[in-house]
């Protein structure tokens, strides 16, 4: 696929990156940035930034950077060309594409599975609507899906055939390794042969974050007695459950709106709850809640609602998933429903009013737990008494919210009837424990550092800091490549007014930056989007051109020190004082090297080296009265 520079930079000027991003990240504003939780890693202080005038964003825990292109490539696990189409989709900006029976050939794995997985569905969506699929439609219908519900969760059938499905898409050119990618089929020992996974079932496609599908769910609908009710996709190279969230992508506005996420188990839970008005509904796709899981719904949201079923194993799904939330600082509350019901049937049977007086009478862990101990008898016996105690004890020190630690302890010492002063002892002596464990993993962990010394002056008049601010890039150098990337014109000024190339420069990793600069410069249009947009950009080089141009929105105290810069800065005047510090630096080493052994040179030697100095040091004070030329 072939797509235009100017439709580039059309696709990436019409998007506004806080509201992408914001999408997953709650982000504040800072400044003239915005800052967030990183969505790359798990972090509990936010060093995720990103700059809506510059449209990049650079994370400085773990180095994750780019633009629009770069996050649905990064985060939503796109390729370049489906990142392009997705943004321009979201800008109305129509991106052509013509994708041939060879272009399939030559498509990765896992853009093939992709592809493969969206005709199944179109496949499974037109079965749901012919003759055959009367059995899946009547099905749905009875559980009382309207017509727009079943468009807006793609549901489908699969019809009773062994190799229906498999016989279409080899027709579309797929290969059999793109339908065992996707999951879709499956192969035959004994006769060397593949047959469709799904037969005779009611589909339910699973999307991720943006809608894309990535595996399928599916119900049986005939009466066979020793098949599963439900099987699932397996792990493939697209979909892993444990990162899947079943509905987020219809649900994800409103958990972002409301701030909180109601956790169910299965596919009609979800798909009725949404039906009946409750909108930031998932269910953990099949296995139990996961940590992958809950960094999803953290980025969007710091309350969740476990709406299990009653039954036992609801209890104990309730059970691992809470504290894993509670760990993660989530605001945690426990929907109680009546024995043998579960959020389809209580919404089916009794309606949307009952289903949110259970929403309002939710619990918080602390009274789940008691009721459920009590129920058990827990609190029969003084040693079942102080397991259980402590138990909880144990839930509370994990909450990262030292605040809420007290008012847990009141709350469960006024339901033990207990006074609060006994819990807390045996809190106290817990977190005494603890921390004196941390403390120590802690001091093994630190590595001594050696001092550096960061600077020195070459005259008493001009200073050069020597400490790299990016990579191993002099300071110097850190200040012309951020003044670059502050806006197209100061790109225009050092690249082809000043003219700075690699023989200004020292550090291998400068030369490399002004290397790629130079192939930018040639080329028209908005310089960052050049820069992001090109292919031949190493993640590497994507993390210091990043990093730079957000340094050229913060001034360290090393900058103020090396150079007074005034509300009005003169950057022609600027730029090529740092060219001439940097020709100071190249200048010391050599006089260094000519005045070193000399004892052991010769006489001509010492009066040749002695011309060279003279020469140095007449460039050196040439140099710096320059610097110092107003």
């Given at each position: 696929?072939?797509?235009?520079?100017?439709?580039?930079?059309?696709?990436?000027?019409?998007?506004?990156?806080?509201?992408?991003?914001?999408e997953?990240?709650?982000?504040?504003?800072?400044?003239?940035?915005?800052?967030?939780?990183?969505?790359?890693?798990?972090?509990?202080t936010?060093?995720?930034?990103?700059?809506?005038?510059?449209?990049?964003?650079?994370?400085?825990?773990?180095?994750k950077?780019?633009?629009?292109?770069s996050?649905?490539?990064?985060?939503?696990g796109?390729?370049?060309?489906?990142?392009?189409?997705?943004?321009?989709?979201?800008?109305?900006?129509?991106?052509?594409?013509?994708?041939?029976?060879?272009?399939?050939?030559?498509?990765?794995?896992?853009?093939?599975?992709?592809?493969?997985?969206?005709?199944?569905?179109?496949?499974?969506?037109?079965?749901?609507?012919?003759?055959?699929?009367?059995?899946?439609?009547?099905?749905?219908?009875?559980?009382?899906?309207?017509?727009?519900?079943?468009?807006?969760?793609?549901?489908g059938?699969?019809?009773?055939?062994?190799?229906?499905?498999?016989?279409?898409?080899?027709?579309?050119?797929?290969?059999?390794?793109?339908?065992?990618?996707a999951?879709?089929?499956?192969?035959?020992?004994?006769?060397?042969?593949?047959?469709?996974?799904?037969?005779?079932?009611?589909?339910?496609p699973?999307?991720?974050?943006?809608?894309?599908?990535?595996?399928?769910?599916?119900?049986?609908?005939?009466?066979?007695k020793?098949?599963?009710?439900?099987?699932?996709?397996?792990?493939?190279?697209?979909?892993?459950?444990?990162?899947?969230?079943?509905?987020?992508?219809?649900?994800?506005?409103?958990?972002?709106?409301?701030?909180?996420?109601?956790?169910?188990?299965?596919?009609?839970?979800?798909?009725?709850?949404?039906?009946?008005?409750?909108?930031?509904?998932?269910?953990?796709?099949?296995?139990?809640?996961?940590?992958?899981?809950?960094?999803?719904?953290?980025?969007?949201?710091?309350?969740?609602?476990?709406?299990?079923?009653?039954?036992?194993?609801?209890?104990?799904?309730?059970?691992?998933?809470?504290?894993?939330?509670?760990?993660?600082?989530?605001?945690?509350?426990?929907?109680?429903?009546?024995?043998?019901?579960?959020?389809?049937?209580?919404?089916?049977?009794?309606?949307?009013?009952?289903?949110?007086?259970y929403?309002?009478?939710a619990?918080?862990?602390?009274?789940?737990?008691?009721?459920?101990?009590?129920?058990?008898?827990?609190?029969?016996?003084?040693?079942?008494?102080?397991?259980?105690?402590?138990?909880?004890?144990?839930?509370?020190?994990?909450?990262?919210?030292?605040l809420?630690?007290?008012?847990?302890?009141?709350?469960?010492?006024?339901?033990?009837?207990?006074?609060?002063?006994?819990?807390?002892?045996?809190?106290?002596?817990?977190?005494?424990?603890?921390?004196?464990?941390?403390?120590?993993?802690?001091?093994?962990?630190?590595?001594?550092?050696?001092?550096?010394?960061?600077?020195?002056?070459?005259?008493?008049?001009?200073?050069?800091?020597?400490?790299?601010?990016?990579?191993?890039?002099?300071?110097?150098?850190?200040?012309?490549?951020?003044?670059?990337?502050?806006?197209?014109?100061?790109?225009?000024l050092?690249?082809?007014k000043?003219?700075?190339?690699?023989?200004?420069?020292?550090?291998?990793?400068?030369?490399?930056?002004?290397t790629?600069?130079?192939?930018?410069?040639?080329?028209?249009?908005?310089?960052?989007?050049?820069?992001?947009?090109?292919?031949?950009?190493?993640?590497?080089?994507?993390?210091?051109?990043?990093?730079l141009?957000?340094?050229?929105?913060?001034?360290?105290?090393?900058?103020?020190?090396?150079?007074?810069?005034?509300?009005?800065?003169?950057?022609?005047?600027?730029?090529?004082?740092l060219?001439?510090?940097?020709?100071?630096?190249?200048?010391?080493?050599?006089?260094?090297?000519?005045?070193?052994?000399?004892?052991?040179?010769?006489?001509?030697?010492?009066?040749?080296?002695?011309?060279?100095?003279?020469?140095?040091?007449?460039?050196?004070?040439?140099?710096?009265?320059?610097?110092?030329?107003?």
């Open positions: 696929m072939s797509i235009s520079d100017d439709v580039k930079d059309r696709i990436i000027e019409s998007t506004d990156l806080v509201d992408l991003i914001g997953v990240v709650d982000l504040r504003k800072k400044g003239g940035n915005y800052s967030g939780l990183c969505p790359f890693h798990n972090e509990k936010p060093s995720f930034m990103v700059s809506p005038e510059k449209n990049i964003y650079k994370c400085f825990g773990c180095g950077s780019g633009n629009a292109i996050f649905m490539r990064d985060f939503h796109l390729s370049y060309p489906e990142a392009l189409k997705e943004l321009g989709r979201r800008a109305g900006i129509q991106v052509e594409e013509h994708i041939t029976p060879k272009m399939k050939e030559q498509l990765s794995r896992k853009e093939a599975a992709l592809l493969a997985l969206d005709s199944a569905k179109e496949f499974y969506v037109k079965q749901l609507h012919s003759a055959a699929g009367i059995i899946a439609s009547s099905y749905f219908r009875k559980r009382g899906f309207s017509s727009s519900t079943l468009k807006d969760f793609l549901l059938y699969a019809p009773d055939s062994w190799d229906s499905l498999l016989t279409l898409l080899k027709k579309q050119k797929f290969t059999d390794e793109n339908l065992l990618d999951g879709l089929i499956i192969k035959n020992e004994s006769k060397d042969s593949y047959y469709d996974r799904f037969r005779n079932r009611a589909i339910f699973i999307q991720n974050f943006m809608g894309k599908v990535i595996g399928f769910g599916a119900r049986q609908l005939g009466e066979e020793d098949q599963p009710k439900y099987i699932n996709s397996p792990q493939s190279i697209v979909y892993d459950k444990s990162q899947t969230l079943y509905g987020i992508f219809h649900a994800k506005s409103e958990i972002r709106s409301k701030k909180a996420a109601i956790l169910m188990e299965g596919y009609m839970d979800v798909i009725t709850s949404y039906q009946a008005g409750f909108k930031n509904v998932v269910a953990s796709s099949g296995t139990s809640l996961t940590k992958e899981q809950l960094n999803i719904l953290g980025k969007l949201c710091n309350r969740l609602y476990f709406v299990y079923d009653a039954d036992s194993a609801g209890v104990h799904a309730t059970e691992r998933g809470l504290e894993m939330a509670l760990e993660k600082g989530f605001d945690v509350l426990i929907v109680r429903l009546p024995t043998g019901e579960d959020p389809d049937s209580l919404l089916n049977n009794h309606g949307a009013s009952v289903f949110q007086s929403l309002n009478e619990v918080s862990f602390l009274e789940f737990f008691v009721e459920k101990m009590e129920a058990e008898g827990k609190f029969n016996s003084p040693s079942l008494k102080s397991e259980s105690i402590r138990f909880l004890l144990n839930i509370i020190t994990k909450i990262p919210d030292r809420q630690h007290d008012d847990y302890i009141s709350r469960m010492a006024s339901m033990l009837k207990m006074t609060d002063s006994q819990l807390t002892r045996i809190y106290q002596e817990k977190r005494k424990i603890e921390t004196a464990i941390s403390n120590k993993e802690e001091k093994a962990s630190i590595v001594p550092q050696s001092p550096v010394n960061s600077e020195r002056k070459i005259t008493d008049d001009i200073e050069i800091i020597k400490a790299p601010i990016v990579n191993n890039l002099r300071i110097e150098e850190t200040m012309l490549f951020s003044i670059a990337l502050k806006s197209d014109e100061l790109f225009d050092v690249m082809n000043v003219k700075v190339r690699s023989s200004h420069l020292i550090s291998s990793t400068a030369i490399q930056l002004i790629f600069f130079e192939l930018v410069s040639k080329q028209s249009g908005n310089y960052l989007n050049r820069i992001f947009s090109n292919t031949e950009l190493s993640d590497e080089l994507n993390h210091i051109i990043t990093e141009a957000f340094k050229g929105d913060e001034r360290s105290t090393n900058w103020s020190r090396f150079v007074k810069i005034q509300e009005q800065t003169n950057y022609p005047k600027l730029i090529k004082d060219v001439y510090k940097l020709e100071l630096l190249k200048i010391e080493p050599i006089i260094d090297e000519l005045t070193r052994n000399v004892a052991e040179k010769s006489h001509e030697d010492i009066l040749t080296d002695l011309k060279k100095i003279n020469e140095l040091n007449a460039k050196k004070r040439k140099l710096i009265s320059a610097i110092k030329t107003n």
